[in-house]
């Protein structure tokens, strides 16, 4: 069996930079080194509506949104698979067949989980859904019977979850499942980038995302907005680079021919750091050159949107044919767990014609 990769995002909002230095455009660079079997890239509604079960409508409108904004970074649909986890119903029983190998101890350690607890407020009130949302990603990444999986690092708690419980199903029932491999983003930088306001993560409801579809004037407005150093009033001040958040996003994004295209004065990133902490340096200089970098970056992507945009039938087809595709894929493992389960009872001739001979006395 060749090398298979299952990734995906709930849909809860457009997608915005720290979903594409953190999976897609690595998703473009896997899907187009050939080294893949197969791709499959989920929308994972099912997920959504864990946290969202008051407001399906959100999750129904966001479909279309990340579906543009995968096609739009260059996601091929005649290369990977892209489906909506709620077409697909064998993942619903593989999940139930997985909590049976996981204590809820065990989840209540997960820390990807407790993070997310936290930040929804559910400490008190924990939707069943949404606490058993690790076994739900364990079906998806098995049913695909994926190798690798590429995710940002605060999804490797979760891969590892996925990991103990293939583990646990093929010390039960057999070697079945397929134990997957964390694939992580090469560029440090990249590994978990900031919000614009420098806190931990971008996030919709905190509204300091730069998103894929922004217009040029949105991007500028929030790279001029960005958090930098607060200790850094003057020009003349010595200047922080750790943890100056448009100095993050220059890590995540700056390439040496940027310097050549939009500010000549430096030869590389390092001259620029080095300027900024001796002083003599200021903010907006920073962050007119991060802001052309990334419009550089960002335009082709929203020219692309826009005519994907004028074709969503189209856009439906593609997520209809990917999630009948999957759903036959799925299905295969299914029946593979339900063998090795000993649950197969109509399709085992054997057991069929042995209880026949028990009851007749043979």
Request: net charge negative.
């Amino acid at each position: 069996m060749g090398k298979i990769i299952l990734t995906g995002d709930r849909p809860t909002g457009r997608l915005h930079l720290g979903h594409f230095v953190g999976s897609l455009g690595r998703r473009v660079e896997l899907q187009n080194s050939g080294e893949f079997e197969k791709i499959f890239i989920m929308i994972a509604d099912a997920q959504a509506l864990t946290d969202n079960a008051d407001n399906p409508e959100k999750v129904r409108q966001n479909i279309i949104e990340v579906a543009l904004d995968y096609l739009s970074v260059g996601i091929d649909p005649a290369k990977s698979t892209i489906f909506i986890q709620s077409q697909v119903p064998e993942l619903c029983e593989l999940s139930f067949y997985y909590m049976n190998l996981v204590t809820v101890s065990r989840l209540q350690r997960n820390p990807t989980v407790k993070t997310e607890i936290q930040m929804r407020n559910f400490e008190t009130s924990i939707p069943v859904g949404f606490f058993t949302y690790p076994i739900s990603q364990a079906a998806d990444i098995t049913a695909f019977k994926a190798t690798t999986v590429p995710v940002g690092e605060d999804q490797e708690p979760m891969i590892e979850q996925t990991r103990e419980i293939v583990r646990k199903f093929n010390s039960v029932y057999g070697d079945t499942l397929v134990e997957p491999e964390i694939l992580l983003p090469d560029n440090s930088a990249c590994l978990r980038l900031p919000g614009t306001d420098g806190k931990a993560k971008m996030s919709k409801s905190l509204n300091n995302c730069i998103y894929l579809s922004d217009t040029a004037e949105d991007v500028r407005k929030r790279v001029m907005s960005m958090f930098t150093d607060p200790d850094h009033l003057r020009v003349d001040d010595p200047g922080k680079v750790e943890g100056n958040t448009v100095f993050t996003y220059l890590d995540a994004f700056c390439r040496p021919e940027h310097f050549a295209a939009y500010w000549p004065d430096y030869a590389n990133l390092d001259e620029v750091k080095d300027h900024y902490r001796r002083g003599g340096l200021g903010d907006v200089k920073v962050k007119k050159f991060l802001n052309s970098i990334l419009q550089e970056m960002l335009e082709p992507i929203r020219a692309r949107r826009k005519e994907f945009e004028k074709e969503i039938p189209m856009v439906y087809d593609i997520l209809k044919k990917g999630s009948e595709e999957a759903r036959a894929v799925a299905a295969a493992t299914l029946a593979d767990v339900r063998r090795s389960m000993k649950i197969d009872y109509f399709e085992d001739a054997a057991l069929i014609a042995e209880q026949a001979k028990r009851f007749r006395g043979e």
